[in-house]
């Protein structure tokens, strides 16, 4: 087929007879499985796409894509080929990536970041101040972790994820370095009368309960309790990032980040104490495209949040008292070992 030969032997292929810019529409349209998304994707018109398509189906001397029901189906060639096309731009990409100096004082760059609202909140947010002064050019697209984060990271559609070694489970199969660990903490609403300087597992279970998810994931605070086999009076379920300012107020109990909770304790009225079960951290990795390791622009991102991961992490305040025996530091520095983690 002319698809094969053109994609499989490149240098035999007369690639002056071909517009290598229907390989990028051909991975647009392998992302999206859709004909309006990918048009989207590529700021193009919906019917200027479709032309695109036809296009790529007579080099290719294929459909590319086909309907099944109401969906777009990618034909068994195209997915034979979709992982080779992919690396081929992402090759592209890092070439003239290398051949640009960065100067984040000067330059105009948008970078898309996949992080949670707890990592938005904690972390992006004191960063965004530092980043308005050092690189006024430089914009950060944050968008929440979807079911296919992890396959917009192979593709290389985001520049970094940002998310706990606990959920992203897969995550040394992409460069990634260590940011930060957090703890979680009991918390309840200042003037709840049921709660004490301490709390007890029994009052724990019997409690009405606050608890936390993690989008399509069961969150890392969760998981530890089924472990454990600790019921819960759940009375609400929320996304974790909401659960300090839903538990004002009321008589529920939660177990949140600490991190959180002294950045949000200005929209609070929290009381937070120790956990009387023992909890593991969660320990925040950055991860990227191995394409985009000697990016100039991503390098410097990467070391920034470096930066401010070290920075958050020397004015971290902590709750007192601390949990006998614990050395957080220690905990930062060297985590658990994934297979400790639910």
């Given at each position: 087929m002319i698809g094969y030969y053109l994609l499989m032997n490149p240098r035999e292929a007369d690639l002056r007879r071909v517009d290598l810019n229907l390989l990028v529409a051909f991975d647009a349209l392998m992302s999206e499985r859709s004909v309006t998304r990918a048009a989207r994707q590529l700021n193009i018109g919906q019917s200027a796409m479709s032309s695109t398509l036809a296009r790529l189906r007579k080099l290719l001397d294929d459909p590319v894509?086909?309907?099944?029901?109401?969906?777009?189906?990618?034909?068994?060639?195209?997915?034979?080929?979709?992982?080779?096309?992919?690396?081929?731009?992402?090759?592209?990409?890092?070439?003239?990536?290398?051949?640009?100096?960065?100067?984040?004082?000067?330059?105009?760059?948008?970078?898309?970041?996949?992080?949670?609202?707890?990592?938005?909140?904690?972390?992006?947010?004191?960063?965004?101040?530092?980043?308005?002064?050092?690189?006024?050019?430089?914009?950060?697209?944050?968008?929440?972790?979807?079911?296919?984060?992890?396959?917009?990271?192979?593709?290389?559609?985001?520049?970094?994820?940002?998310?706990?070694?606990?959920?992203?489970?897969?995550?040394?199969?992409?460069?990634?370095?260590?940011?930060?660990?957090?703890?979680?903490?009991?918390?309840?609403?200042?003037?709840?009368?049921?709660?004490?300087?301490?709390?007890?597992?029994?009052?724990?279970?019997?409690?009405?309960?606050?608890?936390?998810?993690?989008?399509?994931?069961?969150?890392p605070a969760e998981a530890q309790l089924d472990q454990f086999g600790?019921?819960?009076?759940?009375?609400?379920?929320?996304?974790?990032?909401?659960?300090?300012?839903?538990?004002?107020?009321?008589?529920?109990?939660?177990?949140?980040?600490?991190?959180?909770?002294?950045?949000?304790?200005?929209q609070t009225s929290l009381r937070l104490l120790e956990p009387p079960m023992p909890l593991r951290p969660i320990n925040q990795l950055m991860l990227w495209n191995a394409h985009a390791e000697t990016d100039p622009a991503h390098q410097w991102l990467r070391h920034r949040l470096m930066a401010m991961a070290a920075e958050l992490d020397h004015t971290q305040p902590e709750l007192e008292p601390t949990r006998p025996g614990a050395d957080r530091d220690h905990e930062a520095a060297a985590p658990a070992p994934l297979a400790d983690v639910g």
């Open positions: 894509l086909v309907r099944s029901g109401r969906e777009l189906v990618a034909t068994p060639f195209a997915e034979s080929v979709a992982k080779q096309v992919r690396e081929v731009l992402g090759t592209v990409e890092s070439i003239l990536a290398r051949r640009v100096d960065f100067d984040p004082a000067t330059a105009t760059r948008t970078f898309t970041v996949i992080a949670s609202d707890y990592s938005s909140l904690t972390f992006f947010t004191p960063l965004l101040s530092r980043l308005a002064a050092e690189a006024p050019g430089v914009r950060l697209k944050i968008a929440s972790p979807a079911g296919d984060y992890v396959e917009r990271l192979r593709r290389n559609q985001v520049d970094v994820v940002v998310m706990p070694r606990e959920v992203f489970t897969d995550f040394k199969s992409f460069p990634h370095q260590f940011l930060f660990s957090d703890r979680f903490v009991c918390a309840v609403d200042e003037n709840n009368p049921a709660v004490g300087e301490t709390i007890t597992l029994e009052q724990f279970s019997s409690l009405p309960y606050l608890a936390t998810s993690c989008g399509h994931e069961v969150s600790i019921t819960r009076n759940t009375e609400v379920t929320t996304a974790f990032g909401l659960a300090p300012i839903l538990l004002s107020g009321t008589r529920m109990i939660a177990l949140i980040h600490e991190r959180l909770a002294h950045t949000m304790a200005h």
